[in-house]
Structures are given as C-alpha cells and as structure tokens.
C-alpha cells in the first residue's frame, strides 16, 4: 500500500469507525437515552417549579453530557483492542497519533454530536429561553470534543482492565471539570444577560489545547497499555 | 495555666480538637499502616526463601 | 570528593540509605510538631474576630500546601520513571500518593470544621476547598489505577502519566474553580483583614517545616516495603534480615 496523506489517513479511520458503529447502532442510541434520562432524573428529584429548573438546566445538562461520554468511553478501543486491529495499527508505519485522532473524532461524532442536538428538546423541558438554549448548544459543541479527547487519554489507560466505564470516569471527571465549569457557566451568563464571549474564548482554547495535545498523549497511552 | 479554659477552646474545643484529634489518628494510622505492610513484606520474603531453602 | 548520587538509584543501594535516613526526618518532625503545637497554642494569641477557632489554620494550612507540593513531587518522580526508565523513580511515586492524598483529607476535614463556626456551614465552596477537593479525586484516581493494573511496569507508567496530566491540569482546575466561586458569589476563607500576628506566621511556618518532614520520612518508610515487595526476586533483597 502506497503511503498515505494524514488526511487520507485520517478519512480512512473515521470512516471505518462510522460504518462498524452503524453496524452497531444499538451501542450509539443507548449513550443518547441515557442522557435523555439523567436530564430527566433532575426534576424528578428536586421538583417541578419551573422557576429553579431554569437556574439549574444549563448545570444538569452539562453533567449529563459528562457522564453519558464518560460512559461510551471504553467503547473507543475496546472492539479494536479484542480483536487484534489495535495491534496492527500499533504495528503499522503509519502515525498512530492522526488514527487515535481519527478515533476520537468518530467517537465524537458517535456520542457527542447526537448530544449537542438532542439539547434543545432537552432545554425546553426545562422551560430554557431560547438564547439560552443556543448557548447551550454552541458550549456543547465546543465542549463535548475536548471531552472525547480527555476520555480518549482515559481510555487507552485502562485498556483492558476491570472496571470499565467507571475507573475511566474515575480518572477523567476531575480533568473535565474546566470544561464544565465555563461550559455551564456561559448558559448562566447569558441567563444572567451578561455575555458569554470569555466563557466560549476559553472553551475554545481548551479545545485547541485538547486537539494538538491529546491525540499524541492518547497514541502513547495505547502504547504503554498494550507493551 | 488554666487548663480547663485551653481544653475548652472559648467553645470552640469540637472544632479545635476534632481537627487536631484527626491529624494525629491520620498520622498513627498512617504510621500504623506502613509498620504492618513492611511486616507482611518481610513475611512474605522469609516464605520464599525458606521455600527456596527447602529445594 | 565526586559522589556518585547515580550509585543511591538503584533499588538495592537506596534500601539502605532510606532506612538511615527515616529517622533524620522522623525526629525533627516530631520535635517541629511540638514547637509549633506550643507557639501557636500558647504564644499566639486569640483572634480578635474568630476567637479560637482559628488555630485550626495551624494545621489546615500546611497540609493544603503539603498535599499540592507532594502531587508535584510525585509528578515530577513519575516523570523521571518514565523519562529515565527507572524503576526507583517510579516506586517513589507510589510511595508519595497515599501520604499526599491523605493530606488532601486532612484539609479537607480541619477546612470544613473550620468554616463550621466561621461560616455556619460544614462545607463552603470555596475556591481552595473545592481546589483540594478535585486534588483528592486526582490522587485517588492516580492510586485506583496503579491499583487496577497487574503488570507492574504498565502501572509504572500508566500512572505515570496520568500524574503528568494532572499536574498540567492542577493550574488550570484551580484557576477555572477560582472563577466559578467569585462568579457565585461564595465565601473566601480568608483572615479578619489585619496581617497575622508574627507568632501565627511562625507557627504555621514551623508546622509546615514539620508536615514536610513527617512526609519524607513516611514516604521513605513507605518505599522500603515497596522494593521488598517488587524486587523480591533478586539476590540482595533475599539477604535481607531486617
């Protein structure tokens, strides 16, 4: 096989990854209706008044985002680690750090986009204004690669180990917890009718810092866990 | 000294104390902890040799 | 007179270096706790706002810059196991965590019965609270992993690098949470506006010297059994009779 362009390369991984998960679609859908229903638990909890379910939507669904990635998580490298492909694309002479990106962003696409489009139906159970809502959305969006790009790191640590989903949260919650902090934070702003233009200036140097770190961080981590 | 008044902390002795009280528990147990583990490790290494000696 | 310090990495020579050492750290430890204990109990006087209470910063102060110093540390020994291949390195790591995260308790726990009667609330989220919270799960998550894996080398360095990100992290969850709490408006735990009479500074300085030794002599202690444990296979370590 001729060598490939990065981006070649990197079309090449995400492609495969789209078409084994839509084999799969079951695993995609569950991720979707877990969120749906942590966002619903909170009212169910805390009580029906509109007006504290206002103040604490943006909060609720940026969590329930956190644990819905969190949970997908080990999916990422699992199927590929069991049935040797992890191997071979350890092996092979191509960057192993634009295939783990190429994973990350299939990953993403999988259980982070679908989250960022399920939020406005979300939001308005939650009787969120519509400008508030659109802030929601575009933090998600900034926000739900960076982390598929820590959980990736995650991930590829505990590669193979017992414990799955959780110890992965275990060890990624904390990390995320900037992303979430000025995520929900931008909602709140413009609840408040402040401007959310340092919460997002900060979500997205998070997510360039994520980008050009993690996918090398992550090809590393594979390499220490699969020694 | 007025002891009574030192232990008594102007009210405060829960709080004084259960702080104080808990570091010094942390720092026994902590000591208490890495005294046994060295104890199972040499243990551990007399097992060994001993079945080591026994070939 | 060139001392080989390259001599002291390998597991077999350090084992006997640390075991001379720990008592070097342990007693002036004590001593330092005994000194501190007495200015800052009987010399140092009553806070003129918070009366009493606020002798707990004696303690709650040292092990909150302990626990952050001591991730560092640990960072730093996991980096130099990862970078340098040495085994030695990486066992100080481990040997550093629970001593690290149990000063992150120990802050949490006098931080909270502190803000009790200052704050009327067992938990404030305060800024450097909730800070030294996040820094527990690290250490926590930094201890189930070594824990989880089996191959001590793939710990070695899987945890190796988690402490690496998180030390990259530390700065950036702290300064995020910083925001969050001035945001909402949450108490600072701070001291009643006037600089500290020159007998507190002393005594937290004293502790803190204190802390800091106690925590080398327990991380040596700690290494110890970490070397019997891990090199049990080799000669030297069959030798050993106490």
Redesign the interface.
Known sequence: MNRLSLISLLWLVIRRDLLLAMRRRADVLTTLIFFVMVVSLFPLGVGPEAEMLRKMAGGVLWVAALLSSMLSLPRMFAADHLDGTLEQMMLAPQSLTVMVLGKITAHWMLSGLPLVLIAPVLGLQFDMPVAAILTLMLALLLGTPVLSMIGA?GAA??LG???GGV?VS??V???T??VL??GA?AV?AVNSGLDAVSNFALLGAFLLFALVFTPF?AA??LR??M? | MNWSEFFAMNGYAFYVWGSYGLTLLVFLSEIATVRHRRKLALRQLRLINESGDAE | MAINWFKYSAPSTFYGLAGKLIPWFAWPAAILFGIGFYIGFFVAPTDAVQSEAYRIIFIHVPASILSMFIYLIMAGYAALGLIFKTRLSAMMASALAPTGALFAFISLWTGALWGKPMWGAWWVWDARLTSELILLFLYLGFIALQASIEDPRRADRASALLAIIGSVNVPIIYYSVQWWNTLHQGSTIKFSGTSMHVAMQQSMFIMLVACWLYAIAIALARVRSIILERESNTQWVKEVRE
Do not use: H, K, M, N
């Open positions: 790191v640590l505990t180990l017992r414990g110890l275990l060890l919650l904390p990390l917890i900037p902090i000025f934070g709140e961080v590393q981590a220490i866990s020694e």
